[in-house]
């Protein structure tokens, strides 16, 4: 008995030792698996190549990207955030650019390496543009999109992707409708010179409008249009950014087109930065000199077309806003055979830098216009031009303002409406010693104490602010910006105050020194009023343009922007305008 047990415990200590050995390897396995640590962004990596746990993994590297940037607050200069970049940017860009990727993994891919913007993703972003697919992959491409337009990447490879994807894209789908405007903000980022080709071959496209009652239903001829409104705007934008002088016409057969109406107002601002480069050719066609796009208003507009070229290439013209405009326009006044169209060319004339010439002739049009006269848009022209002469800035043209309001014929209602605007006018341009020949003169046409109220509560704010501040430019730069003026019941005092910076500064001496000023207090003006008067004055103030003072008032636009008040924002939309005039004048 004692043998056999003397057998058996080797036996078991062997059978023991065996089980510790057992143990010990799997304890030794275990450390080694745990040098693979789940923490650790090298843990996912290695797992994107197996298609069981690569939707996973995809997900976990998501996490330490949002991780890191939370922590660096958003800052992707972050050394962390770098680190991390180092290591999952390289292998996430092999793994997209090979394909066989599931659909969700694949977009979840090309989100962190869009949002990444680290350039050594770009393979993967130039690789989702290349494979779009209409109604398909809309989100990739509007997220390689941004990633390439926010980068520094602008190679031949990624932006003939990027014009591909803008060319098939369809914004009538309901796919399409989610992105394109994502798309045509990075596109217009970027403004490439070498998209041109594709771009007038956009904005060429025939477009026919929707009627919003007869169409309400019509769904393939509503996509259709939003198709096309999305091209051609998107063109003309980016052709407007790189300066296309091959444009010129096109964006201008855009402007007369009806059926092309929302695409008007994009195409005036693109030929407005072309500037100089699209005077000659403006020129051309409002003196009727190019017969090409006279025939084509001729297949698109029903009621006197040649009228409506005419007209349009005034508008355009008087917007760029340069002297050398002034010629043409003069000249075109001359041809202009009917009344409506006098009225227009002069209110186009009006907007241009001033000019003894342009003065002249714009008062001879406006000394003769009758009141009969209603321009397309319902105004009446007499009404118009008469308000309009105070963007002159010329005090002088009081004594022409009341004779044209004491002349002023017709019935007691054709009467009022001239004398009415010619009251707004005068009030705006009068200087001090003119305080007395103007209130005269309101008397005489408003006697009774509830005749022309408004007007003659204006008329006494201003009195007063002239009263206040004479020929002191320093006093109406306080004006401008006080506080107690931005409400709207006493806003005419420092409109009131805008104006006379204008003809004051209208000095060659001062001219400079006022705008510059002017320019400075934009940020304290509040009311959208106010500030409209204030950039009509640094328009005025600038006709010869002016990169500093265009970059300052860009550089107000973006402060606002940021600070994100939307009432702000909106009522820097002049601002726009006038900074594009003064550059398209350099």
Known sequence: MLRTVRKITPLLSALAFGFAGIAGVTAASSVLIGCEDETKPEYYIKRLEDPAVRPAAVKRLIQFFEDAMTRADKNRDDPNVKALLDKIVPPLTKAYVAGGLEDSTRFEMLKLLADSRDLRAKDAWVKALKDYQPNVSEDESKNAARAIAKSTVRDPEALEAMIGVFMKLRAGTEKGGLVWKDLKDSMTEISAPSWEPQLLERLNRPMEAIDPQKDKDAKDKISAFRDEQFWQVTAAEILGNIKSAKAIKPLFKCVVNPNKADIAATAILAIVKVGKGAMPPLSDILLGKDPEVVEYAKGVVKTAPEAAVV???????????????????????????????????????????SSEESLNAYLDVLMKMPVSVDLPTGETAAAMLTEMVDGYYNSNVIDKLIKRGKEAKGSDEDKHTVRDSTIVAMIHVMKREQIEQVEKAINEWAPKPDENKLEKEAFAKSKETLMACGDKIECYLAKIEEPALQEQKDQVSAIKAAYMLGILGSDPARM????NEIIKRLPKIKNAAIKFSAAKAVDHLTPNGDKGAADAIKKVMDDNKLKGDQNVIAGDNPLKQIMLRILARL
């Open 512 to 515: 400079e020194s006022t705008r």
């Open 311 to 353: 007209r349009n290439a005034a508008l355009v013209i008087g917007t760029i806003g340069r002297s050398d405009g002034i010629k043409p326009l003069i000249e075109a006044l001359g041809q202009a055979k009917d009344d409506p169209t006098k009225a227009i060319l002069a209110r186009e004339l009006s907007k241009l830098p």
